[in-house]
């Protein structure tokens, strides 16, 4: 492994380690449907203003757009040079649990969404209601976790091996 590799992959890493800590601490208060020491969040959160959800959704986009110019620089010089079957398989195996768990979690969505219109009382709260949760309770970490995570989605998927 090169130095620059090296130099790659423990940065990636720390950004990773850096988001699921970031991930936690707005999680972590959620787990009992919304209901913690730290946070206290209504069974139906409301829906933030049209202001601040259209910043929310342009973080994510300008985010994932630099994560995507930062991944096509970075292995820009690398695109002519060979990958081994062995990285190859890797990235497809990666890249399949990566769908494989946004499948899992819009079928969480989905169900979640589907029980509190049934009853309202249900503890599987929709994704939805946790984000907002989220972004009421702290509203800067919640951005930053959002564009964290858009940044190395926007990073990660533009990697793609010949």
């Known amino acids: ?16 380690v850096l988001m699921l800590v970031l991930l936690y ?9 919304g209901n913690s020491g730290r946070w206290q969040c209504s069974p139906h959160p409301p829906p933030p203003q049209l202001g ?5 959704i342009t973080a994510a986009i300008v985010f994932f757009a630099a994560g995507n110019l930062l991944g096509l620089l970075r292995y820009h010089p690398a695109a002519d040079t060979p990958v081994s079957v062995g990285k190859a398989l890797l990235y497809q195996a990666v ?3 990566f769908f ?8 969480y969505e989905a169900i979640g969404t589907w029980l509190t219109d049934v009853n309202q009382s ?14 009421e309770q702290a509203a800067w970490p919640a951005v930053a ?7 190395l989605v926007g990073h990660w998927l533009h990697r793609r091996p010949a």
Do not use: D, H, N
């Not at 601040?52 to 929310?56: K, R």
């Not at 494989?100 to 979690?105: H, K, P, R, Y």
């Open 1 to 16: 492994m090169t130095r620059k590799e090296l130099i790659s992959y423990v940065f990636l890493a720390a950004i990773a």
């Open 25 to 33: 601490e707005l999680l972590w208060p959620l787990v009992a449907g």
């Open 52 to 56: 601040p959800s259209i910043g929310y």
């Open 95 to 97: 890249i399949t649990v």
């Open 100 to 107: 494989f768990t946004v499948a899992l979690l819009l079928l």
């Open 122 to 135: 249900s503890l599987w709260w929709p994704i939805t209601w946790y984000v907002r949760c989220a972004i």
């Open 145 to 151: 976790a959002i564009s964290g995570v858009s940044a």
